[in-house]
Structure formats: structure tokens, C-alpha cells
């Protein structure tokens, strides 16, 4: 059923124009045009149909935190927009502690930490804890692996961060190799029977990351 809640005469505006956007108090904003498109008689412009205005909708959705960029690796900064910030006590990263400064009462800048994964953040101040409305992806890294080269079968220890939940390893054009996830800062892989000498991939949830040296297969 449709409900009207509001008619914009001409005196506030024509008819809502643009986009509604949601503040992270989980208010809704949208502006009124003072031109009515439709050539309503009388001509168009502000002050004939009226000058527009700002207008809020509220559905009782609660407040939130958004944040930018969307993925950053460990170590990244990220900028957490909000409110209510001052005396923030945490922040995390899908449940993984960082450290964090509080800017102002809206805003805040956080370390990704080591061992976050990616989901929601959430920031927890002294009206509760606020969790984000969109995932944060953490997006992997490679520093180094070992040895460097050798033939199909060989155990390949690879090195970096933002590994947890790793779904595919990856040896130059498209072989998969087997693997274990040892720790958010390492993975074993085997090199597989088809492999050819170049990159080494590793997919996680967080996107993918190649390794900026080559893996030789010998012979």
C-alpha cells in the first residue's frame, strides 16, 4: 500500500529531484526542485514555483559507520566515518582489533590489522557499538617465496599477510596448485605437474594478488 507523506506545492519545491542519501544516522536526505519539468503554466523558476528545499525521511533505521577506501592490505589506513566518536573504546575488522584515531566526533582513521579478514567494521563508543553497512575487503599481499625455482612437486613456502580464507593458489598460466593456509602470513603450495615458469598467485575473498617476481620451473 502507498502512503503519501508529504505533498511538495510549490512552495517547498515541485517534486523531490536527485537521489535520497542516507547519512550514517540512518536518516534519509533528498533535495526539491523549484522548476517543474513538466511545464506546469505560470513559467519556471525560483521564486515563481518556489526555491526548493532540503528535506529528511526517517525509517527508523538505526546509525551506522561507512568507511573509505573499500579494501586496503594490512597495514592501510582507512578513513571510518560516523558519529558519536568521542571516547570510541574499539574498532575492529571483522572481529580483529585495531588500533585507531579518533579525528573528531565523526571521524576516525584505523590500521588494518594483522589477521583481519574481510567483513564488517565496527566501531564500539559509549552509545554502543555501530557496524559498518557495507564489507571492508582485505586484500592480500605476496613479499616473498621459497626456494625460487625448481620442478613440478616442489614445496613452495609463500610469504606476505591478509592470507586467511585463501580459495585458490595460483602458477603461472592458470595452474592451480594444492595448498595450506598456515597462518595469515604464510601458505605451502606445491608446484603442479602443468605449471610454467612465472607469477604466483593467491586468491582470497579480499581480491588477488601476484607475486612481482617469477617462480622457475625446471626441467
Known amino acids: 500500500m502507498l502512503t503519501t507523506l508529504h505533498n511538495f506545492d510549490g512552495t517547498d519545491g515541485v517534486h523531490p529531484y536527485g537521489s535520497l542519501l542516507q547519512a550514517t544516522n540512518g536518516t534519509f536526505y533528498g533535495t526539491t526542485s523549484y522548476c517543474n519539468l513538466f511545464g506546469t503554466p505560470g513559467g519556471c523558476g525560483c521564486p515563481t514555483l518556489g526555491c526548493g528545499t532540503v528535506f529528511s525521511l526517517s525509517t527508523d533505521l538505526g546509525p551506522f559507520v561507512t568507511f573509505l577506501p573499500a579494501a586496503r592490505p594490512v597495514g592501510g589506513v582507512v578513513e571510518i566515518l560516523g558519529q558519536g566518536f568521542t571516547g570510541a573504546t574499539a574498532v575492529s575488522f571483522n572481529g580483529t582489533a585495531a588500533t585507531f584515531t579518533v579525528e573528531s566526533d565523526t571521524y576516525l582513521t584505523a590500521t588494518v590489522p594483522a589477521g583481519a579478514t574481510t567483513g564488517s567494521i565496527t566501531v564500539t563508543e559509549p552509545g554502543g557499538t555501530l557496524t559498518s553497512n557495507k564489507i571492508f575487503y582485505v586484500t592480500p599481499q605476496i613479499f616473498s617465496f621459497s626456494p625460487t625455482s625448481g620442478p613440478a612437486g616442489t614445496t613452495v613456502v609463500i610469504s606476505g599477510n591478509g592470507f586467511l580464507g585463501t580459495t585458490r593458489?595460483?602458477?603461472?598460466?592458470?595452474?592451480?596448485?594444492?595448498?595450506?593456509?598456515?597462518?595469515?602470513?604464510?601458505?605451502?603450495?606445491?608446484?603442479?605437474?602443468?605449471?610454467?615458469?612465472?607469477?604466483?598467485?593467491?586468491?582470497?575473498p579480499g581480491g588477488h594478488v601476484g607475486s612481482t617476481t617469477g617462480f622457475t620451473v625446471t626441467r
Request: net charge negative; with cysteine.
Open 169 to 204: 593458489v595460483v602458477f603461472a598460466c592458470g595452474n592451480a596448485a594444492t595448498f595450506t593456509v598456515d597462518s595469515d602470513t604464510q601458505i605451502t603450495a606445491t608446484v603442479p605437474a602443468s605449471a610454467l615458469t612465472g607469477a604466483i598467485n593467491v586468491v582470497t
